[in-house]
T-cell receptor, first 112, second 113 residues
Framework: AQSVSQHNHHVILSEAASLELGCNYS??????LFWYVQYPGQHLQLLLK??????LVKGIKGFEAEFIKSKFSFNLRKPSVQWSDTAEYFC??????????FGPGTRLSVLP | EPEVTQTPSHQVTQMGQEVILRCVPI?????FYWYRQILGQKVEFLVS????????KSEIFDDQFSVERPDGSNFTLKIRSTKLEDSAMYFC???????????FGPGTRLLVL
């Protein structure tokens, strides 16, 4: 069965620092990949998604992610974080015929 | 922009009671889902629903759970006899196709006492 791992449970950064959150999945076939964000007290929102094509995808709020098929990875990046990026970030994978499998989440705290 | 809505936002119930969580998916979506997130844990898939029947369900979705689309707009999750461990945030989601992006509702926080 598909599994998703996220490298860090909690990341603490200062404003303007660069961010990279790791995500790896186990199933090697065709997959759709997603990053969701959950701001404090709010619901899950889609940041970006990869279905096919250019492996570097750009999402909302300056986020981007790179799909590296050989590494089964889909890491999330942002060059300069803001205090408002404080949230929990979930990587999710959907392979054909299966439903979303979420990673355990990474809590990002950005210090002003 | 259309949104998935869920009611109630919070529900407190006694162990053994039945609860019904309601969702209104985005109107042109055809696939519907329920997920739950126990406090401090990851989001877990419960069930998917398409063409008025369950298409997939996880091990969590046992006989105590059921889903229904009673009137073409609402999508409900019923827990027949709640247990303490059912306390969680329950998210509804919908998508146009089975392979596409799922739009999530704000969740219902269920507390079983």
């Amino acid at each position: 069965a598909q599994s998703v791992s996220q490298h860090n449970h909690h990341v603490i950064l200062s404003e303007a620092a660069s961010l990279e959150l790791g995500c790896n999945y186990s199933y090697g076939g065709t997959v759709n990949l997603f990053w969701y964000v959950q701001y404090p007290g709010q619901h899950l929102q889609l940041l970006l998604k990869y279905f096919s094509g250019d492996p570097l995808v750009k999402g909302i709020k300056g986020f981007e992610a790179e799909f590296i098929k050989s590494k089964f990875s889909f890491n999330l990046r942002k060059p300069s974080v803001q205090w408002s990026d404080t949230a929990e970030y979930f990587c999710a994978v959907k392979d054909y015929g299966q439903n979303f499998v979420f990673g355990p989440g990474t809590r990002l705290s950005v210090l002003p | 922009e259309p949104e998935v809505t869920q009611t109630p936002s919070h529900q407190v119930t006694q162990m053994g009671q039945e609860v019904i969580l309601r969702c209104v998916p985005i109107s042109n979506h055809l696939y519907f889902y329920w997920y739950r997130q126990i406090l401090g844990q990851k989001v877990e898939f419960l069930v998917s629903f398409y063409n008025n029947e369950i298409s997939e369900k996880s091990e969590i979705f046992d006989d105590q759970f059921s889903v229904e689309r009673p009137d073409g707009s609402n999508f409900t999750l019923k827990i027949r006899s709640t247990k303490l461990e059912d306390s969680a945030m329950y998210f509804c989601a919908s998508s146009v196709g089975g392979l596409g992006n799922q739009y999530f509702g704000p969740g219902t926080r269920l507390l079983v006492l």
